[in-house]
């Protein structure tokens, strides 16, 4: 019998073997946006993950969806099984909003909020949740809403 294997890969957009240490929001919403589609990011939503370090070190983004104009899925497993195979200490969600709205819908609350439950259970901090406009950003982490 074979059985299927995952594997995780990481690909970093720059040649030299830079890593990224994430302080606040502002430095998340920088690293980030290098990896939205910046071709779709107007008309698609897409949901990254990002895996950190106990250092608050990238280790690793990973594309998690990618979606329609208003919306995108977010499998919760999933993204736990991202922080598992990368070894993260704490992750950071993202997601954009092609309208250039920035504000979290009752959707996206309820979202992080389970995503953070489902990691704790791991021992995995759910340190923030962005929503990425074209603009702007909002931060769950900096709002109080996480």
Do not use: C
């Not at 970093?12 to 890593?19: A, C, G, I, V, Y």
């Amino acid at each position: 019998m074979v059985l299927p294997e995952i594997e995780i890969t990481v690909k970093w957009k720059n040649k030299t073997d830079e890593k990224y240490i994430v302080k606040s929001s502002d430095d998340t919403a920088k690293v980030i946006r290098n990896y939205f589609n910046s071709d779709t990011m107007l008309w698609r939503e897409e949901f990254l993950v990002i895996a950190l370090n106990r250092a608050n070190r990238v280790i690793a983004i990973h594309k998690h969806s990618s979606g329609a104009t208003d919306y995108t899925t977010a499998d919760i497993k999933m993204i736990a099984q991202t922080a598992l195979l990368s070894h993260a200490s704490s992750v950071i969600v993202a997601h954009n909003h092609p309208s250039g709205n920035k504000n979290p819908s009752d959707t996206d609350k309820k979202l992080s909020s389970k995503i953070k439950a489902a990691l704790a259970l791991l021992d995995i901090e759910l340190l923030d949740s962005l929503i990425i406009t074209e603009d702007n950003y909002y931060s769950m982490r900096d709002e109080g809403v996480l």
